[in-house]
């Protein structure tokens, strides 16, 4: 239900609990991975369907407004230039609605703090300058729904404490849910839809991607550790951060256990997640290893690519 890279995310906090620990609590970090990873999906869908909350209320106010006992003229033809958005338009699709009668995640209830967001967001500056455009681009309005997102409702001080009265574990996955929203939002394009392909990831394929990267990391952890540690002149294995270390395991045991992944691929998105997971020498430094290690591995076997297109030189 989430997409490969925020699952890897959450195998590299798993593990990184895993190592900090004493080594015997393995089962229990990996249930607790599949939970962490139900609740971020939940506080996704949660935060997608503040879109269309926020729709509905915008479109109550246009409504009261016009049936007022001595509207104004602007009452009776009001600018509908945001209830009209293309990209809130694509944020409120009915793969939403599914999905959330099926994980039961909704906003009944709560039409007051929705209004809020909605007020607090029409006072902006940001909204007035949207609202006054000429003619705006897709940009335009693309940025303006960024805005509402990143400025109204991730970093809303009620709703924070709404998501933890409802859960104290919600507020660990709200960084990473709303950087997933924030990514649908930039994902959306002209005339097109939402790219919520995640939300119907098969559950049975999600976990099992997440196990074995889990466990078969553990497992040759020690291998790839000394073979780390070669390569990192200068470095013992006991000096390299332990976030680098982790990522570069599972790098080297997604490459080996995950025949249908290119090599490529893999060594992209651990250099992504470094850069909001590890040092800021640690792009560089993860990228210099895994190099000498993927192309060592690729020449003895210990890395096999199968499939149309994976077979790399």
């Known amino acids: 239900m989430l997409n490969r890279r925020y699952l890897r995310i959450k195998v590299y906090q798993a593990l990184y609990a895993y190592w900090q620990g004493d080594g015997s609590n393995a089962a229990r970090i990996e249930q607790e991975l599949h939970l962490s990873i139900q609740r971020t999906f939940d506080l996704y869908l949660a935060l997608l369907l503040v879109f269309g909350e926020v729709h509905r209320a915008a479109e109550r106010r246009i409504e009261e407004r016009r049936n007022k006992r001595l509207p104004t003229a602007e009452d009776l033809s009001p600018n509908l230039r945001f209830v009209q958005n293309p990209v809130l338009q694509a944020l409120m699709d009915e793969r939403l609605d599914t999905a959330s009668e099926k994980r039961k995640v909704n906003w009944v209830g709560e039409q007051e703090l929705v209004t809020k967001i ?27 729904v960024l805005h509402l997102f990143v400025e109204h409702i991730a970093n809303f001080d009620q709703l924070q404490e709404f998501f933890e009265a409802r859960s104290i574990h919600w507020l660990e996955d709200l960084d990473l849910a709303c950087s997933m929203v924030k990514r649908t939002i930039e994902g959306v394009r002209e005339g097109g839809k939402a790219s919520l392909t995640d939300l119907f990831r098969g559950p049975d394929e999600e976990r099992e991607f997440v196990s074995t990267l889990y466990r078969r990391t553990i497992d040759q952890g020690a291998e790839h550790e000394q073979a780390i540690a070669e390569k990192a002149s200068n470095w013992e294995s006991d000096r390299i951060a332990l976030s680098d270390m982790i990522l570069m395991k599972m790098a080297l045991t997604e490459a080996r256990v995950f025949s249908e992944v290119p090599v490529k691929v893999t060594l992209n998105e651990y250099i992504e997640i470094a850069k909001a997971y590890s040092t800021p020498k640690s792009r560089s430094f993860i990228n210099g290893i895994l190099d000498k290690l993927f192309a060592e591995m690729k020449e003895d076997g210990r890395i096999r690519k199968v499939g149309r297109g994976l077979l790399e030189n």
């Open 118 to 144: 909605l007020r607090q967001f029409e006072a902006s500056e940001e909204f007035q300058r949207y609202m006054a455009l000429p003619e705006p681009t897709f940009k335009d309005h693309q940025e303006v």
